[in-house]
């Protein structure tokens, strides 16, 4: 597994590479973790509803061809794409999906934090806010896009849309039960979290 530190970076020239390297790749290819953030931005997933996206001032909106529905990226939150040849795992994609909340969950768990589950909703939620959205796209085996957690954002352009096509979903975020968290402390946790998941 290669862990890539990309730090902020423009959506379509992320999502443009994720989609060259899975496309590229082959039964050798080593996966990849990818850890950034994404300039301000709103993406739509493949089967995203546009009614869902309500009021996007001056962010660019995105059709991306993820899964889910529409969600915001941007500063302060801790983007981590999941480059992986799950069928060289025998992974499903419904058992990778759960895998990554589980990660997500040890790392909230790190800052006292109890995080929580909902079937039919993937993602991680906090006391019924939502605090990390789970995505992905699975092409011939390998998987691509991944997970958002906020850690330490502006959450207010989360209020322009129905996130993940819930009207009236709210967001919440690390810096919220811990003002001294930094992402870059997070993402370590995360990393240390996730090679333990899939790579012990």
């Given at each position: 597994m290669k862990i890539r530190q990309l730090g902020i970076q423009?959506?379509?020239?992320?999502?443009?590479q994720m989609k060259e390297f899975t496309?590229?790749?082959?039964?050798?290819?080593?996966?990849?973790?990818?850890?950034?953030?994404?300039?301000?931005?709103?993406?739509?997933?493949?089967?995203?509803?546009?009614?869902?996206?309500l009021n996007p001032e001056s962010i660019p909106v995105v059709q991306s061809d993820r899964?889910?529905?529409?969600?915001?990226?941007?500063?302060?939150?801790l983007v981590a794409y999941v480059l992986m040849d799950i069928s060289r795992k025998n992974l499903g994609i419904r058992s990778l999906v759960s895998q990554l909340e589980q990660?997500?969950?040890?790392v909230l768990a790190q800052y006292q934090i109890e995080g929580s589950i909902r079937c039919g909703a993937p993602g991680v939620y906090v006391n019924e806010q939502k605090i990390a959205s789970i995505g992905l796209r699975v092409k011939n085996g390998?998987?691509?896009?991944?997970?958002?957690?906020?850690v330490d954002m502006d959450l207010k352009p989360f209020s322009g849309i129905n996130p993940c096509g819930f009207?009236?979903?709210?967001?919440?975020?690390?810096?919220?039960?811990?003002?001294t968290v930094q992402i870059d402390e997070v993402n370590q946790h995360f990393v240390q979290y996730f090679l333990q998941q899939f790579y012990p």
């Open positions: 423009n959506y379509n020239d992320v999502w443009l496309q590229s790749r082959d039964a050798n290819t080593q996966d990849e973790l990818w850890l950034l953030q994404h300039s301000p931005v709103y993406t739509q997933g493949q089967a995203g509803k546009p009614e869902h996206i899964g889910g529905q529409v969600t915001y990226h941007g500063p302060g939150q990660i997500l969950i040890s390998c998987t691509y896009h991944g997970i958002a957690l906020n009207a009236k979903m709210e967001m919440t975020q690390i810096s919220k039960f811990v003002p």
